[in-house]
Nanobody, 122 residues
Framework: HLVESGGGLVQAGGSLGLSCTASERAFINYAMGWFRQAPGKEREFVAHISWSGSMKYYEDSVKGRFTISRNNAKNTLYLQMDSLKPEDTAVYYC?????????????????WGQGTQVTVSS
């Protein structure tokens, strides 16, 4: 069970931090990802982090602006978003996968949160 929080409204150029908390202690066994879906668009991959946090991967448009991290002791995944742009506006989802390696397809993830809205105004 995954629960996202931290979404909201921010001006372009601003920052926002998202959290995703897992209710299961097995959180440490899962690699995690962030996805987003804008109105009228398909869900897209944003970032991925391995179970240990040692490997991170980002979609090109967010590289250098977004940072994915995790705290396994707190069963929590994070996404720090800086230099936000209006095109980052979307519902953001966290997801968990047991598959090894970077997983950019939502089909490879086993569990999903309910999503949190991020709106960036111009």
């Amino acid at each position: 069970h995954l629960v996202e929080s931290g979404g909201g409204l921010v001006q372009a150029g601003g920052s926002l931090g998202l959290s995703c908390t897992a209710s299961e202690r097995a959180f440490i066994n899962y690699a995690m990802g962030w996805f987003r879906q804008a109105p009228g668009k398909e869900r897209e991959f944003v970032a991925h982090i391995s179970w240990s946090g040692s490997m991170k991967y980002y979609e090109d448009s967010v590289k250098g602006r977004f940072t994915i991290s995790r705290n396994n002791a707190k069963n929590t995944l994070y996404l720090q978003m800086d230099s936000l742009k209006p095109e980052d506006t979307a519902v953001y989802y966290c997801a968990a996968t047991l598959r090894i390696g970077v997983q950019q397809s939502g089909k490879e993830y086993d569990y999903w949160g309910q999503g949190t809205q991020v709106t960036v105004s111009s």
